[in-house]
């Protein structure tokens, strides 16, 4: 079993390498009559292009999407949504360096033992353009839930140590994607610091789903909260989750955690959002917010100790073009990576009750 | 789509409410010839019991799991395991105050948004008796990892505050599954003050995986920490998830995070486990150490500003039989959930390179 | 992967065995507001139910279903459903004759290459009785179509030569539930003959489902008469399945076997079925109609030439309670297996157009 | 839910239009270590593609494969495999008397009752350019099988009322694609005949598998069997399967459809095969034979009556590049599908006995 096929109702493939010819994604189960075009993905693709700053890679690609089927006349017709992006910057660069040594903090050993075999140009399928093919899914994701009201936002919550004290979406016209001028540039020149020592930094994104109908999710194992998750931890890098309070509520009272319901002007609210917009597996009408932990972009310029693919003793020195942080390009992939688990779910309720099931008629 | 079927090749289906006739679970895809007994699962049932401490409800079951199909003479066969649990202890008592009030923290608003109606009887499908399914057949699962020398062991990390200070599980002989007797004493103490103030609180679990060979999980969406962060947020109660650093990792330099290869006396070692035994979605070899963290139980009795069904503000108390913290009995929910994930890795595996295919002959 | 879970939005998990102590289904997706109570279930049970004439095994089993799970004060919850018949009449009789045989024209040598082990108590996992669960859940889905106006119904459209010349179900009133008196009777007495000379006969069962609403289906792989097929070719003993003028399309000529459209009272309709009611692997408006065709029951008193599971040469007579037809009992699990199908494709068609998103709100 | 989706350990995702911009699929779940190029897809292909004889659409189409994932140094990775074909003869015809219009036996109506919306461009996601990913796909199954000693033949067995008397794989040098010359030159006859006519004919494809091990297969649900129906009808215009009697065995008598197992030189063998090599939904070890029936190419000149889209009766006749019968390009369509049937159930049984799972240490 492959394990490159997300969702239930919604279901994306990706596929693709870092230096094949393509990477790529089917999207199936987007619903007829929605109004799509290329540039409504592309939009969100320029969002983790590389070359945007001298924080990311200075790769260049384009990544100029095709939508190869499944739109007709401008509006999607229920059948699956194939979408490509070329591989154009394939440097036919030397790596016998990283041919025969397993590179600490990436997956080169880990695709070994599994596969007894690797792509080890440029990561191979673990490589970050691997995302191309969710964002451009989520991309889709993001414009179904719209025409239904509902956004999806992401963004830096810190860069190694340099935590935002506020969310201003006007302040977040910086490089790191960060709605807090201060902190932003206070972060870049951690950055700085770090990539002057060929070092590398991790850092959190956060996202914030607004305008959800109460009732998303499965009370289960398909709980809103645990779709989440599992889509974040599928992000290359993320090494934890969490959801409201996330693991500062394991240090609270009961009384201090539970969020109080009141009468609002629309209907039942909550006065306090400790629980992160679920309850339960299922959206409480309140915003959903999580939070993402990345790791430091394994490749750094240090010399590390490591093995070659035979097992012996060896040392690597990684150069090359690759992100001395990775967040900033991530912020788009988790928030499309969100979108596609909340449109899975607002599929999913479509049949929940028997009432539903005459709007068909 | 109803979200109560868990697994890919290890499929578990779970069912049933608190105050139904039982609970119970299905699970497909166990491989033939596993030796197996009710007592091999009785086992695992007997640490998520009520009744064990003070610190747990006293709702008087004693849970006891019938293997209603799948085992013949000792041995299971490959075809699906019914497992059944009996609710015995389902007082007929008065539920008219919750069964028009939504308690906060619980999922009674989310019930009725979703479906239009909900079973208010002791939290319905809600209810923390739905694990008993998980764990009779994660406790299957775990059987069927020991067979293959894997091991996975969960235990209470923290309650509150209190944090462990080492893992010794000769020290575990203690109410909180806390290997640690000083910090489980502590702890104690802490929790015995909540509970006189009609509160309830939080705490984390740790779960250690050994002997996982290198190559378990996914590269891209079934990562094997997505499939356990998937498996524990879909624990009630649990808010955030963490693999190795988790967190921490954010805050670390790639200098720091990486972990060092080395020649071992068996193969390709590391120096480190920051990475929590997972590397690109795929188990490195390491241990596997990941981390749950539990909000509060949101029943407490000290009274809570809340609404009726209708939307009318009101107030709640609940009184009754509910655990002040529910983190030592999840312990054995989350081991046992784990072992799903992993058993679920290793049958996906088996198919994985041409070279397995061949061992069917 | 077990392969005992069928459907995708509507997923049923059936389990046990002949001589297990029970067998059953869990039934996951039904949607929230569906009166339903036992005797919904137990009317269509009631017609598999062994001992219902001379034709069908004299084994004594009242069947009698219980609903564990899934509804609350006789309306679905949404939650997984868990429908359990206890086996009651397992004759403690002596099966060292059947426990080291093959019995031609069963799965025994087949279970045996597979897992290794096979229970052979009464024919195990692959016995009729394994029917239960499906019939049961498909019940449900029947209620579910009944609701939404949608009915299925399956009849004995021939047992060996003996074809019915007309559909009438006021004239199903016999054992064989043939709509069709005369050939009814015949059809008895040809099968008296084949039970008096300790063989067994075969029948073909069509079926019928009405107001079906036009675009049921997927275009793709999960067309509606795939998915039929797969159902019917999933119960024992059906060899065959064809829709509409099925294997006699291939003698027709394009211009024959095309279905006129015209203009109807109530929309477009067609002048003739020879499609039976499905289109591009959608229903088209007309009635769907089916045939599945079933080989002669496998259990004959004729002594046989076999081998032993050593793979040596014997001879077996197999003496018990066995159907001579299984066709009559069959109808029943036709139609349910069908009424699944369809509910499934109504809960998937509720998220194929964007205007259906928008009634949930 | 879409429904593009195929398979369960060895998924594929096929997309794309007849007049988009290409199509393809991606295959999820091929081992690794399996050797791969593009002419061992190519070889599949151009048994499909059109324009081989005047029996075929004079469309004109290289067909040629890109192989753009998932094979790295001539050798599949365990990734993803993304095929892609590029439509190049999409003639920028007139397609006003068609987008109006509703051609009977397509699927033109039942589209537009589904979606609301239909690409009318050669048939949309319904034209058989869509078997162009299954092709693709299963080529690869089928090189996967080969490695294992599998192998899977199709061929036509009849077109209109001519059948073939023998299967001699030497005689199939014809392009109807029949093993036996003498009623291959018959049926060429008759196919002429009804292309002056301006008609179509049906006919029925045979499929043999070859040296498959005992055992593939579930035995409920997930029957070898009911996967092959599930196939089967999912290729357009196939309105039947059976498998080895079919349904000539609803009129045999227990005794004559029976096969008795005797010993073998290579073990346990089948004296007969009326099973078609499937035993309780598992392979028996005997040749696995079944046939598919197609409906005659509904596309015919000869003028029909039906209806506008607005539902107004009119009538149509259609003109182009049609084939006069479906059958023959359909071989390789079958033995594709039957091929990826096949290799999805060798993956399964990788992880059915225990034993298995320690071959991967």
Redesign the interface.
């Given at each position: 079993?492959?394990?490159?096929?997300?969702g239930?109702?919604l279901?994306v493939?990706?596929?693709?390498?870092s230096h094949?010819?393509?990477?790529?994604a089917?999207v199936?189960?987007?619903?007829?009559?929605?109004k799509l075009c290329e540039a409504d993905i592309q939009a969100y693709l320029d969002r983790r292009k590389p070359g945007q700053s001298r924080f990311t890679t200075a790769r260049s690609e384009s990544d100029t999407v095709?939508i190869?089927?499944?739109v007709?006349e401008g509006?999607t017709?229920?059948?699956?949504?194939?979408l490509?992006v070329a591989n154009k910057d394939q440097r036919s660069r030397d790596y016998s360096n990283i041919k025969d040594v397993?590179r600490?903090?990436?997956?080169d050993?880990?695709?070994l033992?599994?596969?007894?075999?690797?792509?080890y140009r440029g990561g191979?399928?673990?490589s970050g353009r691997?995302t191309i093919g969710r964002v451009a899914a989520g991309a889709i994701a993001a414009k179904?839930l719209n025409?239904?009201g509902i956004t999806v936002s992401a963004y830096t919550r810190?860069i190694?140590?340099h935590e935002i004290t506020h969310v201003d979406f006007d302040e977040m016209n910086n490089k790191l994607y960060m709605p807090d001028e201060k902190t932003a540039a206070e972060a870049a020149i951690y950055l700085e610091e770090?990539m002057k020592?060929g070092?590398?930094?991790?850092?959190?994104v956060e996202c914030i789903i607004k305008n959800a109908?109460?009732?998303?999710?499965?009370?289960?194992?398909?709980?809103l909260?645990?779709?989440?998750?599992?889509?974040?931890?599928?992000i290359?890098a993320v090494?934890?989750?969490?959801?409201?309070?996330?693991?500062k509520?394991?240090?609270?009272?009961?009384?201090?955690?539970?969020?109080?319901?009141?009468?609002g002007e629309e209907?039942?609210q909550k006065?306090t959002n400790h629980?992160?917009g679920?309850?339960?597996?299922?959206?409480?009408?309140s915003d959903i917010v999580f939070r993402a932990?990345?790791?430091?972009?394994?490749?750094?310029s240090?010399q590390?100790?490591?093995?070659t693919t035979g097992?012996?003793?060896t040392q690597i020195v990684i150069a090359g073009r690759h992100d001395p942080v990775i967040v900033p390009r991530a912020v788009v992939v988790v928030e499309t990576m969100a979108a596609l688990v909340v449109a899975d779910a607002?599929?999913?309720?479509?049949?929940?009750?028997?009432?539903?099931?005459?709007?068909?008629?």
């Open positions: 079993m492959g394990g490159s096929i997300f239930r109702n279901k493939s990706t596929w693709g390498e094949g010819k393509a990477v790529g089917v199936d189960g987007i619903p007829a009559g929605l095709q190869l089927s499944g007709f509006v017709t229920g059948t699956p949504i194939s490509m397993l600490p903090g990436h997956a050993r880990t695709f033992a599994k596969y007894g075999i690797r792509d191979g399928r673990s691997e179904m025409e239904l810190s190694g140590p770090a020592e070092d590398s930094v991790g850092g959190v109908p109460a009732g998303l999710g499965d009370p289960v194992f398909d709980k909260d645990a779709s989440l998750a599992y889509a974040m931890l599928s290359g090494k934890g989750f969490e959801i409201g309070e996330g693991f509520a394991a240090l609270m009272k009961g009384s201090e955690n539970n969020d109080a319901f009141c009468k209907g039942i006065r629980s992160g679920v309850l339960g597996g299922m959206s409480d009408g932990a990345f790791k430091p972009t394994p490749s750094i240090i590390q100790d490591t093995v097992g012996e003793d607002v599929l999913s309720n479509a049949s929940c009750q028997m009432e539903y099931l005459k709007c068909m008629n």
